[in-house]
């Protein structure tokens, strides 16, 4: 069997870009099922019956790309590889006294049914004698410097890492013991120095333990924020070819090339007229009724001992984000001559927000909307109708969202010329996600004057929105991306729950594709089918998400949190009583991190409530049986 | 040569037929085939069917839907087309949109391509600058043919850097439409075609969306050097189980 030796790839990786990261002390089915979705490069199992983390379970189905990873110690050869051959191990790490030459018996074995890479492991205290690795060069793939302690592994403390600067040798290691989200700092540090050259992975364990064997979701997705935190060099506005990272650019037909490089050519250009933006800015104030107040939300923020900052875009005119972006497109749309707006809808917020400033400006407006939305949201259809916009049922492929923006793209294939399609969310081909992020990016340049004046700053310690396609997002972080010490968090609807296959939580579920003219994260069979996402709320009921937020994801700038219908629901609800205020439900998915993560007393956390509730009260009432 | 650049010397008007892989029976695609080039067809597309065609009018979105119920994926239909060449020599094409392409990855897509005996490939959401930056030397070291399409809308200057790019035919859409959506030529047809014919491209045209019987294929070729028939033909094995197709290809070329 010839082995893939993928080594010299994966060492100049790293040593350009960020580190592995191996997940070890794999136990529980339901942990690892959390712990892969934080998509580490390794997870490790350990079959050593000794361990606290002893793995005797099932081994759940991994995705692809997580390197299944058994650790042993000095263990009978046969029955390591009788172990690799039943769980489909990709790696194994040798935590004993190994020899060179089991480890070369392993390395050549033929009754290895698929070749694994070698791991030996070298423990460290206060030296180490570089001279041991000599044998083992040509045996095993990767090294591993572990504490020397009591235990073979888990010990919890690191070893003093300036040693590895005398390390002799261009094998790629692993760097291991005791390193937990304390030792960020350090392994920034580290990462400068010569040491840090060949170093190839991070290995952690205990430190991000609630028992042995039970990993602490949160701090991991904190540990690996932090340690990708590299706000201070990424760019994360779309580049000139438009595109955020490797997200975004223009997937489209020949057929809506014109109309697309028409808007690309000129929508930076007409943003930057004074005149533009007087008629935009007094538009906001009047009519939409900016800016919407940054309220501190005092009953909430004691029950969660924290701070929290509402940023009301409920109480815009149509009771949501949405509006901001159409005024700014309908002004775009005259500029531009066009005659005729179309527009898609899942739930009927932003159709309502186009067919209102349509009725506002005096254009036609048609409306591309799901057969089934149009059943189960009547009220957002009555008022398209009176705002006088023509509906359009869409009742191709599963007659939601994403077929509704299918057949809106269709409309504009068959009328090329006097027809401007708004979009409603940071999605679609370039330049769209960028224009429509301009046009909400009024949320975070009122929150830094707002904050300023409620606390004495600008920037807050976190900014949080629900994500679909992401334009309130987009809107409420643009002005904090390149802020360090702004946290970013986006919340997801998990709808039944992350594995449940009624989800719509894509940065988890996603995988590079392109859906409605850009590359992005979105839900698809491993054909490359899209498929239909799940959530209760219409809003987040998606199988994409906007470019940039895939690249916002993709670097660790944001943190991605998952909501379940159940979770939302719930804290929908609370809102009500603790503050008053009946929330959009997908807002409520924002709401509900409180009850997941612990912010600390004196963390200040702006959240956009992104719209209010009135069109889920059919929702609501059903669910609580009101 | 590549059997494209082959069929486009031949001194006649070309008539390409595009049909969905996979449908109406997941298994008539190899059939479809093999009837299509016995009845006197040029050249195929074989559409790679996608759950969110956004070019395509109703008939093939419904035509597509079906195909990807009936169990078509991209691994199926290269199975199915393994022995192709054993039984069929005229041109065929795979029309399909790219993210199937991509996941299956484009190296192995072309790859596959090539072994099978696929002569090109038309991507209506693959860009032209896209495909020129990131994906042209992949496809001719497989000796893929990619064909562009270019619409009444298309300006002369991108007209230019397709044809530039291009190295078989170009896809010269009749109107701005999805597809199946028009029928027949106007005028404003002719001054297009005129238009494009003044142009003195490197690569043929052929004629797409809105050919659907005798008339429209003769209007169209009368600039174009051949036409490609998509909806009308769906509709056509639509209604007579993949079968008939003699009579289908004769009312056409009648």
Same mark, same amino acid.
């Given at each position: 069997m010839?082995?893939t030796?993928?080594?010299?790839?994966n060492l100049?990786?790293?040593?350009?870009?960020?580190?592995?990261?191996?997940?070890c002390?794999m136990?529980?089915?339901?942990?690892?099922k959390?712990?892969?979705?934080?998509?580490?490069?390794y997870?490790?199992?350990?079959?050593?019956?000794?361990s606290?983390?002893?793995?005797?379970g099932?081994?759940?189905?991994?995705?692809e790309?997580i390197?299944?990873?058994?650790?042993?110690?000095?263990?009978?050869?046969?029955?390591?590889?009788?172990?690799?051959?039943?769980?489909?191990l990709?790696?194994?790490?040798?935590?004993?006294?190994?020899?060179?030459?089991?480890?070369?018996?392993?390395n050549?074995s033929?009754?290895?049914?698929?070749?694994?890479?070698?791991?030996?492991?070298?423990?460290?205290?206060d030296?180490?004698?570089f001279?041991?690795?000599?044998?083992?060069?040509?045996?095993?793939?990767y090294?591993?410097?572990?504490?020397?302690?009591?235990?073979?592994?888990?010990?919890?403390?690191t070893?003093?890492?300036?040693?590895?600067?005398?390390?002799?040798?261009?094998?790629p290691?692993?760097?291991?013991g005791g390193?937990g989200?304390?030792?960020?700092?350090d392994?920034?540090?580290?990462k400068?120095?010569k040491?840090a050259?060949y170093?190839?992975?991070?290995d952690?364990?205990?430190?991000?333990e609630?028992?042995p064997?039970l990993?602490?979701?949160?701090?991991?997705?904190?540990?690996?924020?932090k340690l990708s935190?590299?706000?201070?060099?990424?760019?994360?506005?779309v580049?000139?070819?438009?595109?955020?990272?490797?997200?975004?650019g223009?997937?489209i037909?020949e057929?809506?090339y014109?109309?697309?490089?028409?808007?690309?050519?000129?929508?930076l250009k007409?943003?930057?007229?004074?005149?533009?933006?007087?008629e935009?800015?007094?538009?906001?104030?009047?009519?939409?009724g900016?800016p919407?107040?940054?309220?501190f939300?005092?009953?909430?923020?004691?029950?969660?001992?924290?701070?929290?900052?509402l940023k009301?875009?409920?109480l815009n005119?149509?009771g949501a984000h949405?509006?901001?972006?159409?005024?700014?497109q309908?002004?775009?749309?005259?500029?531009?001559?066009?005659?005729r707006?179309i527009?898609?809808?899942?739930?009927?917020?932003?159709?309502?927000?186009?067919a209102?400033?349509?009725?506002?400006?005096?254009l036609?407006?048609?409306?591309?909307?799901?057969?089934?939305?149009?059943?189960?949201?009547?009220?957002?259809?009555?008022?398209?109708?009176?705002?006088g916009?023509?509906?359009?049922?869409?009742?191709?492929?599963?007659?939601?969202l994403?077929?509704?923006?299918?057949?809106?793209?269709r409309?504009?294939?068959?009328? !090329?010329?006097?027809?401007?399609?708004?979009?409603?969310?940071?999605?679609?081909?370039h330049?769209?996600?960028?224009m429509?992020?301009?046009?909400?990016?009024?949320?975070?340049?009122?929150?830094k004057?707002?904050?300023k004046?409620?606390?004495?700053?600008?920037? !807050?310690?976190y900014?949080?929105?629900?994500?679909?396609?992401?334009?309130?997002?987009?809107?409420?972080y643009?002005h904090?991306?390149?802020?360090?010490?702004?946290?970013i968090?986006?919340?997801e609807?998990?709808?039944?729950?992350?594995?449940?296959?009624e989800?719509?939580?894509?940065?988890v579920?996603g995988?590079?594709?392109?859906?409605?003219?850009?590359k992005?994260?979105?839900?698809?069979?491993?054909?490359?089918?899209?498929?239909?996402p799940y959530?209760?709320?219409?809003?987040l009921d998606?199988?994409?998400?906007?470019?940039?937020?895939?690249?916002?994801?993709?670097?660790?700038?944001?943190e991605?949190?998952s909501?379940?219908?159940?979770?939302?629901m719930?804290?929908?609800?609370?809102?009500?009583e603790l503050e008053?205020?009946? !929330?959009?439900?997908?807002?409520?998915?924002?709401?509900?991190?409180?009850?997941?993560?612990?912010?600390?007393p004196?963390?200040?956390?702006?959240?956009s409530?992104?719209g209010?509730?009135?069109?889920d009260?059919?929702?609501?009432?059903?669910?609580?049986?009101? | 040569m590549?059997?494209?650049?082959?069929?486009?010397?031949?001194?006649?008007?070309?008539?390409?037929?595009?049909?969905?892989?996979?449908?109406?029976?997941?298994?008539?695609?190899?059939?479809i085939?093999?009837?299509?080039?016995?009845?006197?067809?040029?050249?195929?597309?074989?559409?790679?069917?996608?759950?969110?065609?956004?070019?395509?009018?109703?008939?093939?979105?419904?035509?597509s839907?079906q195909?990807?119920?009936?169990?078509?994926?991209t691994?199926?239909?290269?199975?199915?087309l393994?022995?192709?060449?054993?039984?069929?020599n005229?041109p065929?094409?795979?029309?399909?949109?790219?993210?199937?392409?991509?996941?299956?990855g484009?190296?192995?897509?072309?790859?596959?391509?090539k072994?099978?005996g696929?002569?090109?490939?038309i991507?209506?959401?693959l860009?032209?600058?896209?495909?020129?930056?990131?994906?042209?030397?992949?496809?001719?070291?497989?000796?893929?043919?990619?064909?562009?399409?270019?619409?009444?809308?298309?300006?002369?200057?991108r007209?230019r850097?397709?044809?530039?790019?291009?190295?078989?035919?170009?896809?010269?859409?009749?109107?701005a439409?999805?597809?199946g959506?028009?029928?027949?030529?106007?005028?404003?047809?002719a001054?297009y075609f005129?238009r494009?014919?003044?142009?003195?491209?490197?690569?043929?045209?052929?004629?797409?969306?809105?050919?659907?019987?005798?008339?429209?294929?003769k209007?169209?070729?009368?600039?174009a050097?051949?036409?490609?028939?998509?909806?009308?033909?769906?509709k056509h094995?639509?209604?007579?189980?993949?079968q008939?197709?003699?009579?289908f290809?004769?009312?056409?070329?009648?």
């Amino acid at each position: 069997m010839e082995k893939t030796k993928t080594m010299q790839q994966n060492l100049s990786n790293s040593a350009k870009t960020d580190m592995q990261l191996k997940i070890c002390g794999m136990k529980y089915q339901d942990n690892i099922k959390q712990v892969a979705a934080l998509k580490p490069d390794y997870l490790g199992f350990i079959f050593y019956e000794k361990s606290p983390r002893h793995f005797d379970g099932v081994m759940p189905q991994l995705p692809e790309g997580i390197k299944k990873t058994g650790v042993f110690v000095n263990e009978n050869l046969n029955t390591v590889i009788e172990t690799v051959n039943k769980f489909k191990l990709q790696a194994v790490q040798l935590h004993g006294e190994e020899s060179a030459f089991y480890c070369n018996m392993l390395n050549t074995s033929k009754q290895l049914n698929e070749p694994v890479e070698v791991i030996k492991v070298f423990s460290v205290k206060d030296g180490f004698n570089f001279e041991v690795l000599k044998q083992y060069e040509n045996v095993c793939d990767y090294f591993l410097f572990d504490t020397k302690g009591k235990l073979p592994g888990g010990n919890g403390y690191t070893f003093d890492w300036s040693l590895l600067n005398n390390y002799p040798s261009t094998k790629p290691y692993f760097l291991s013991g005791g390193i937990g989200l304390d030792q960020v700092d350090d392994i920034k540090k580290f990462k400068e120095s010569k040491a840090a050259k060949y170093c190839y992975a991070l290995d952690v364990n205990s430190k991000f333990e609630i028992a042995p064997g039970l990993k602490n979701i949160a701090i991991l997705k904190e540990f690996q924020n932090k340690l990708s935190d590299k706000t201070m060099q990424e760019n994360y506005n779309v580049d000139d070819k438009g595109y955020y990272g490797n997200f975004g650019g223009a997937y489209i037909p020949e057929m809506l090339y014109p109309n697309v490089e028409e808007l690309r050519q000129n929508y930076l250009k007409v943003m930057a007229e004074p005149e533009f933006k007087k008629e935009f800015d007094k538009l906001l104030k009047d009519y939409v009724g900016r800016p919407s107040p940054l309220y501190f939300a005092k009953r909430l923020s004691e029950k969660y001992n924290t701070k929290i900052y509402l940023k009301r875009e409920d109480l815009n005119h149509t009771g949501a984000h949405k509006i901001n972006n159409t005024i700014g497109q309908i002004l775009m749309a005259q500029r531009l001559g066009k005659k005729r707006i179309i527009a898609e809808t899942g739930a009927g917020q932003h159709g309502v927000a186009t067919a209102t400033v349509c009725a506002l400006m005096g254009l036609e407006c048609i409306v591309y909307m799901g057969e089934i939305d149009i059943a189960r949201q009547a009220p957002n259809v009555a008022r398209m109708k009176m705002l006088g916009a023509t509906v359009i049922p869409a009742k191709s492929g599963s007659r939601t969202l994403k077929d509704a923006t299918n057949e809106a793209i269709r409309d504009w294939i068959n009328n !090329p010329v006097d027809t401007h399609y708004i979009i409603g969310s940071a999605i679609g081909p370039h330049p769209y996600p960028d224009m429509v992020t301009r046009f909400q990016s009024v949320i975070s340049e009122e929150i830094k004057w707002q904050l300023k004046e409620h606390e004495g700053r600008e920037n !807050p310690d976190y900014v949080v929105a629900c994500i679909g396609g992401g334009s309130n997002a987009a809107g409420t972080y643009y002005h904090f991306l390149h802020e360090p010490n702004v946290n970013i968090i986006a919340v997801e609807a998990a709808g039944l729950g992350v594995n449940s296959g009624e989800s719509a939580a894509t940065s988890v579920l996603g995988k590079e594709g392109i859906i409605h003219g850009c590359k992005t994260l979105l839900m698809q069979t491993n054909d490359g089918q899209i498929t239909e996402p799940y959530s209760i709320s219409a809003g987040l009921d998606y199988p994409g998400v906007g470019p940039m937020h895939a690249h916002l994801a993709k670097t660790g700038r944001a943190e991605f949190m998952s909501i379940t219908d159940d979770e939302a629901m719930k804290s929908g609800l609370e809102l009500c009583e603790l503050e008053g205020i009946i !929330p959009a439900i997908e807002s409520s998915h924002a709401l509900a991190i409180f009850k997941q993560k612990q912010f600390k007393p004196n963390d200040v956390v702006v959240m956009s409530l992104s719209g209010r509730g009135d069109k889920d009260l059919n929702n609501y009432i059903e669910y609580f049986k009101i | 040569m590549n059997r494209i650049n082959q069929k486009l010397q031949e001194n006649k008007k070309l008539l390409s037929i595009y049909f969905t892989a996979g449908y109406p029976s997941l298994n008539d695609t190899v059939s479809i085939i093999q009837d299509l080039e016995k009845n006197g067809v040029d050249m195929i597309e074989i559409g790679l069917p996608f759950s969110d065609p956004l070019a395509d009018g109703p008939t093939i979105q419904d035509s597509s839907t079906q195909a990807l119920k009936n169990g078509m994926t991209t691994e199926v239909l290269f199975n199915q087309l393994k022995d192709i060449r054993k039984t069929v020599n005229i041109p065929l094409i795979i029309m399909g949109y790219f993210n199937p392409m991509l996941q299956y990855g484009v190296e192995a897509f072309c790859k596959k391509c090539k072994e099978i005996g696929i002569d090109g490939l038309i991507i209506p959401d693959l860009p032209v600058d896209v495909y020129h930056e990131e994906y042209q030397a992949t496809f001719e070291k497989y000796g893929l043919i990619n064909v562009f399409l270019i619409t009444p809308q298309t300006s002369d200057e991108r007209i230019r850097f397709i044809d530039s790019v291009s190295n078989g035919f170009i896809y010269m859409v009749s109107s701005a439409s999805t597809t199946g959506a028009k029928s027949g030529f106007g005028n404003e047809q002719a001054a297009y075609f005129e238009r494009i014919n003044s142009l003195n491209l490197k690569n043929p045209q052929i004629v797409g969306f809105g050919i659907s019987n005798n008339s429209t294929f003769k209007a169209a070729t009368k600039y174009a050097k051949g036409a490609i028939i998509g909806s009308a033909f769906v509709k056509h094995i639509t209604a007579n189980n993949a079968q008939n197709i003699d009579a289908f290809v004769n009312s056409i070329l009648k």
